[in-house]
């Protein structure tokens, strides 16, 4: 019973979300904006950081590349009142941290276990749990297909 509440969910949000012609995605599901955050707060992303990661994600192609221009960069930098230089650094950070890799000047590959296109029916579940202890903070990830 509950696999089949689960596939329900799966079909009404694909029709709430998604063009059912041309499966593009007609806007943002409320729940994106909660794994983005969990996510910045998990791997301690900076506002500019963060803002990044997000750019390349809406720029990202389906072997989940992002190409990103001198203009386009020049573009962003303007709008979030930074320089180029700044988003150039925030890319090299959101390297360092794993969540993107540099395949070429101006091309990045996004982690695919922290974001992909995927149909609804392959989005899995991630939980994040941080525990703490007298030995300090531990920060686990579990990936669950369900």
Sequence with gaps: ??????????VRMSKLYLNQ????LMREPPF????FKALSDHE???????AAFIFLLSRMDANNVSAV??????????KHKT???CVTNA???LKNKGLISIVSKGEYQINARIASRTSWEG????????EFSASGAAKFVEFINE
Excluded: C, D, H, W
Aim: hydrophobic share 35%; no cysteine.
């Design 44 to 50: 301690n992303l900076s506002g500019m950081e963060s």
């Design 83 to 85: 320089t180029p230089q």
């Design 32 to 35: 994106v904006k909660l794994y």
């Design 21 to 24: 012609e041309t499966g593009e």
């Design 123 to 130: 989005v899995m579940k991630i939980v994040i749990r941080q």
């Design 1 to 10: 019973m509950l696999r089949l509440a689960n596939q329900t969910r799966v």
């Design 69 to 78: 221009g001198k203009n386009q960069k020049l573009e962003f930098a303007t």
């Design 91 to 93: 890319f090299q950070k």
